[in-house]
């Protein structure tokens, strides 16, 4: 089919390369000499993993990680060379594939029999990080099983098939490392399962524990790398800190345009369910997103910014579309009108995505993340 239709989107999240330049700089210089992982698995939180990842690299961070080998492999297949590292595997990840494209696997356990396998295969080492569970309880051996996992690196190791890189841990507490006991005691795991390591012969290069909340707060876990995630772009993970206040700059911008603009008397009801009725005669504006672009339905009363003014989410958020209530007299047809450009969070705005994430019971990191692809990403370049 010609695609004869106008090129510009009707709906678009901009992704502003210098604004995460300057974050990835920001977390570089605050955690020297530690090392920058930007992690940029789910398609980089919903930002375009191969962007971010060229981005990120080329602003200083220089290693790169995913959950998932096949998210790494798809990074490989744009020419992205950097240090890369997997880690949450199934009977069913590609480690063939993997150690031929030098990515380095997160080991928990018995899975480092297939990552040797790989290795005999490709007749090339496995680069690996072995990970030790301090207290998520998610992937990592219990330090009951540590030892024996470290012993049977080390014989891997002798036979050539695998490389010892790092140790690393995933942290539980979240919301605010500072003086939160739970870290301490990771850590004091995490430092033991390393000299149980050293122990066995292992050279432990890259010792790496932090995500954002504890780089940003806690320099006592920035060790030899920091995996940092969605600081990078541009959201605190605290309650209680803005992206601001931490010197980070927003990446995403969600936006489109008003679709439509009707007149409305006192009393009419509003999609859905009537969950919202008119108080005056007013006019109402159609936004044309929706759950199916990743607009949570249960953000009522979200913030929306159209042509320089704000408003609320008027009702249910529908499936493609959601009503905006004008606040405006029943003849006004200057505001608002079809065609005015219309922003859910984002720079013109000033609207945090976390406003929207609090509308929708949720947390920022969810909210970029589960953008939809029916929302083309436009990449504003690094200048
Ligand atoms: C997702 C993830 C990170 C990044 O976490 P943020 O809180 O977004 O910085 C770091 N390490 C691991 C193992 C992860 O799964």
Redesign the pocket.
Known sequence: MVKSWTAAPERWVTIDHSALAHNIGTIAQSVKPAQV?A?V?ADG?GHGAVEVAQTAVAAGATWL?T?HVREALELREAGIAAPLLA??HTINTPFEAAVAHNIDL?VSGPEIEAVADAARATNLPARVHLKIDTGLSRNGAVPEAWDALCRRAAELQQSGLVRVVGV?T?FAV?DDPVGEPAVDEQLRVYHEAVDTARKHGLTVDVRHV????A?LSRPDTHLDMV??????YGLS?FADRTATDLGLRPVMSFGTTVAHNKPADEGTGVSYGYAYRCETPTRLALIPCGYGDGVPRIAAGAPVWIGGKYYRVAGRIAMDQFVVDLNTDRDDETTAPVGAEVELFGAQSGIPSDAWAQAADTIN?ELVTRIGTRVPRVHKQWV
């Open positions: 992982m992690v698995k939180y990680g959950a880690w949450l997160g690393f995933h979240a932090a995500n954002s909340p780089l995996r940092a995630g969605v600081a990078i993970p990191y």
